[in-house]
């Protein structure tokens, strides 16, 4: 669909011409996020600063009836943050830290902060912003509330929703809302925490009131080898069964290790079958009564080895290789396809050697990095670009390992969303009534579907399907 004529124009004298950006070289940057598999390029690009200004590009929107979408850092992973032409709202000049009550406990902060910048400016108070998705060094507060992002840390302290106590929305008709406030218990329904988690497709987050929680007194971390993934997996459950809850427990697998390994020395051993990474938090006793049941349920599953962090620095260096074991696939393969899928985490071995059935039967290698005690994976499948099926075959393999978590009771995505890229699973785990009320309650605040249309719900109303590398499949449901 082209611009309508004359918005371009109006937006510029909302905002001054220089925060409207129509270059097409400008606005190849925004064709896709951290998905590369999906791309669509807008027709505009705005930069507002507040959230009047948001309310009054919505509402211009809105009188035209372009499609418009709010965009953080753009790295989210099922393109969420692309647009078939239309407007992008670029929230990276709302980047402020607004107040910081360190009594209180929580933060006001505009939505294009980045998730590890409020880390910065609140840990001298001995808080934090307790989710940590991998990707925090660039990642917004407006998109991890987007897609309730998590983190390997959110397996003790929840996701980013048991962290969010208000915020300040616009809805698609323009009008501003404030939902929630300062403290938890408040009267009424919690309609801060519906928006959580609905991918930019209800309102635009222009200012979010988190949760700050205080800092550990003390942190200690530990890696066990195992020669079988299954020793891994199998420990996973007997740590947990222990009545121990580690404020981390990933599991990464050779592949992901020998990338790491390859990529920047984190200290992973290279001849093991998969290692965990634990750690455990809290005061230095109960850390200590923790560490031994720990141990002996990694050894008692056949772990060869298992090394505490000795200091700050090598912690600092294990989960460096944690925090980028992703990007390190780039060592191994020119193109992966990064993939998030949960099961019961007492299914994660059966999971583990589906995937690898899964991966071989389409001959294709895929690594494995897993927030394990949350059951939550990351199953990344390796492919070759250059060849003209590499990435539907990539997609064919991802398919049908979610559908394997979906026969074991689990679940289509964890915390990288729907998107473009999984809508037309959506039918896969809900029933049509499901998705019904989904897209019932997304029309009433979305009536003319002008908030990031053609995402997350399958069919139904999309403006332009998205130019895909790869055919996406519409939902049959409406
Ligand atoms: C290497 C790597 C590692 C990652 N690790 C993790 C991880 O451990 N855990 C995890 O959960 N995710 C992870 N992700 C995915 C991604 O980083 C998160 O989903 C993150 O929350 C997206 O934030 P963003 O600012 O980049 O959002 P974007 O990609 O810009 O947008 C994502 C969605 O949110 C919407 N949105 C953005 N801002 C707003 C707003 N203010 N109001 C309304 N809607 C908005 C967009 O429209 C889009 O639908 C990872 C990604 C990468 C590339």
Same mark, same amino acid.
């Given at each position: 669909m082209a611009l309508p004529a004359g918005l371009s124009r109006k937006l510029g004298k909302l905002l001054g011409?220089?925060? /409207? +950006? #129509?270059?097409p070289a400008d606005l190849l940057v925004y064709q896709? +996020? &951290? !998905? $590369?598999l999906h791309a669509a390029t807008p027709d505009v690009v705005v930069y507002p600063e507040t959230t009047e200004q948001c309310a009054r590009i919505i509402k211009t929107c809105a009188s035209y009836g372009a499609p418009f979408v709010a965009r953080g850092a753009g790295t989210g992973l099922s393109g969420g943050a692309i647009s078939d032409g239309g407007v992008i709202i670029q929230l990276s000049r709302m980047n402020r830290v607004l107040q910081i009550d360190h009594r209180n406990r929580f933060a006001i902060v505009q939505p294009g902060v980045v998730n590890n910048y409020l880390n910065l400016q609140v840990r001298p108070f001995g808080l934090e912003f307790a989710p940590d998705p991998s990707s925090q060094a660039a990642c917004t507060i407006g998109g991890n509330v987007a897609e309730n992002a998590g983190g390997p840390? $959110? !397996? #003790?302290? &929840? /996701?980013t929703s048991n962290h969010i106590l208000g915020q300040t929305v616009v809805f698609p008709d323009g009008s501003i809302e404030q939902l929630g406030g300062t403290f938890p218990l408040a009267a009424g329904p919690d309609f801060s925490a519906f928006l959580v988690g609905t991918e930019g497709t209800i309102a635009i987050t222009t200012e979010v009131i988190v949760r700050l929680t205080p800092l550990a007194p003390s942190v200690k971390t530990m890696l066990a080898t195992f020669p079988t993934v299954a020793g891994a997996t199998e420990s996973v459950s007997a740590i947990l069964s222990a009545g121990v809850l580690p404020a981390a427990l990933e599991l990464i697998d050779n592949l992901c290790i020998q990338a790491v390994e390859a990529h920047l020395k984190a200290g992973f051993p290279t001849e093991a079958a998969a290692i965990l990474l634990i750690e455990l938090d809290g005061e230095e006793s109960e850390i200590a009564n923790e560490s031994a049941p720990v141990e002996k349920a990694c050894r008692q599953n056949g772990a060869t080895d298992f090394r505490v962090a000795q200091g700050e620095d090598e912690r600092q260096q294990l989960w460096r290789g944690r925090k980028h074991a992703v990007g390190s696939l780039g060592k191994l393969s020119p193109a992966f396809y990064t993939n998030d899928g949960v099961v019961p985490r007492s299914k994660l071995t059966t999971i583990l050697s589906e995937i690898y059935r899964i991966g071989s039967k389409h001959s294709l290698r895929v690594a494995n990095v897993c927030h394990a005690g949350d059951g939550s994976m990351h199953p990344l499948v390796l492919f070759d670009p250059t060849t003209a099926d590499g990435a539907a075959r990539a997609m064919e393999c991802s398919e049908e390992i979610l559908l394997a978590c979906l026969e074991i009771g689990g679940s289509i995505t964890g915390e990288h969303g729907v998107g473009v890229e999984k809508r037309h699973m959506m039918n896969r785990m809900f029933s049509a009534r499901d998705l019904e009320h989904m897209a019932r309650l997304r029309t009433a605040f979305n009536p003319h579907d002008l908030l990031n249309p053609g995402k997350v719900l399958p069919g139904g109303a999309t403006r332009g399907e998205v130019k895909a590398g790869v055919s996406i499949p519409g939902g049959s449901w409406i």
């Open positions: 011409p220089q925060w /409207v +950006d #129509k270059d896709s +996020d &951290g !998905l $590369t840390h $959110t !397996l #003790k302290y &929840g /996701v």
